[in-house]
């Protein structure tokens, strides 16, 4: 009985160890398992925080994005007419008056914008004859007593990348050819005037954006077109004169006949029982700051007036001073030439007044119906 018991009592301890360890290897693959899912979480958020592909091919494409650099240069410039500011241009763009493409040019300003690369753009403007501004930078003003040609350079890293090119056109002009790196371009002649400017930037070695022959045109071209002096230099009669362009005339291509019919309609004519002879630049002046106050007054002064109005829209414009037939015969008038392409054309405004049936703008003396004298009474 007792040896019964105390082998049942083994049996229950031995089934039980058995049980316990099965308890504990259960405990053991459980921590196992939980083990293992933690690791795969703890990579799998690994991979998602920094995720890489097959051969380490993005690592490289992330690489080379954060060592490339962009460089790219954009030129900007811009002309001054009739005391104001034209808007920019870029890229090779013509800036002048956006109303008249003739309007002489006063000043002139550029600037460089960059990324990735340093660098500035200096120029400076001349007057057609010998005197240049100094060089600025910065969208600093550029000016001459009237811009007859210009000069840009480009300086810093930009100069060893890029080259820039531009080119001008003057008044009543066409476009001369591109010049480059501070080499001069425009007009060639005092009292020559620029209408309009482009500018570029060009990777360097590249070729140019057109013709590089003739970035100058000669002074004799000068003669022969509208490129001449605008401006009488007297303070009060200029600012008469700009004053009728911007309200009057404007600066078109009808800006010269606008201007003759601004005299015949605004203007009478009255007889003053003189004669004038000399320098007709230097009894003008008066005479057209006389005739603009009064509202009246002789051929002179009509002439006066007119001419300088002329010549501030660009014309190569003169007084002539002879006579024409009336009814008493032969008598003293003034009336103003303008010369065009070396030819001469009569524009008489006052005779318009009195001849409204016979056109006198710009007619040729061999074409126009009223005849004109020279003061020695030789036939034009």
Request: hydrophobic share 35%.
């Amino acid at each position: 009985m007792h040896s019964s018991g105390k082998r049942n009592t083994i049996i229950l301890a031995i089934l039980f160890g058995v049980l316990l360890l099965g308890v504990c290897i259960m405990i053991f693959f459980a921590l196992q398992n939980g083990g293992r899912v933690s690791t795969e979480a703890v990579e799998t958020s690994k991979t998602t925080q920094q995720p890489v592909a097959p051969g380490g091919s993005e690592a490289a494409s992330v690489t080379a994005q954060s060592t490339t650099v962009t460089k790219s240069a954009t030129v900007l410039y811009a002309t001054k007419t009739n005391d104001e500011w034209q808007d920019w241009q870029s890229s090779g763009a013509a800036a002048q008056t956006e109303e008249d493409a003739q309007q002489p040019v006063a000043a002139i300003r550029a600037k460089v914008e960059t990324e990735g690369i340093t660098g500035a753009i200096s120029y400076c403007a001349g007057d057609g004859a010998e005197s240049w501004s100094d060089w600025v930078q910065g969208d600093a003003e550029a000016q001459t007593d009237g811009v007859g040609a210009v000069k840009f350079v480009i300086t810093g890293d930009l100069a060893s990348e890029y080259d820039v090119w531009y080119r001008a056109r003057g008044v009543g002009m066409d476009w001369q050819d591109w010049a480059s790196n501070g080499n001069p371009a425009g007009v060639q002649g005092a009292g020559a005037q620029l209408a309009a400017l482009e500018v570029q930037l060009t990777k360097k070695g590249e070729a140019a954006p057109g013709n590089t022959q003739n970035p100058v045109a000669p002074a004799s071209a000068v003669t022969t077109t509208q490129a001449v002096a605008s401006k009488s230099g007297d303070e009060e009669l200029d600012s008469i004169i700009d004053g009728i362009v911007a309200n009057n005339t404007g600066t078109g291509e009808d800006a010269l006949r606008n201007a003759y019919e601004y005299m015949s309609a605004n203007y009478y004519y009255i007889s003053m029982n003189e004669h004038v002879d000399g320098d007709w630049t230097e009894w003008s002046i008066p005479y057209a700051k006389e005739m603009y106050h009064n509202g009246q007054g002789n051929c002179y002064r009509f002439g006066s007036l007119f001419c300088w109005i002329a010549r501030r829209l660009g014309y190569d414009a003169h007084i002539e001073v002879g006579a024409v037939p009336t009814r008493r015969g032969l008598e003293p008038h003034a009336w103003v030439e303008i010369v065009q392409d070396g030819k001469p054309y009569v524009c008489d405004p006052d005779m318009h007044k009195f001849k409204p049936g016979i056109e006198l703008f710009m007619v040729p003396y061999e074409e126009s119906q009223l005849e004109y004298f020279h003061s020695d009474l030789t036939p034009y």
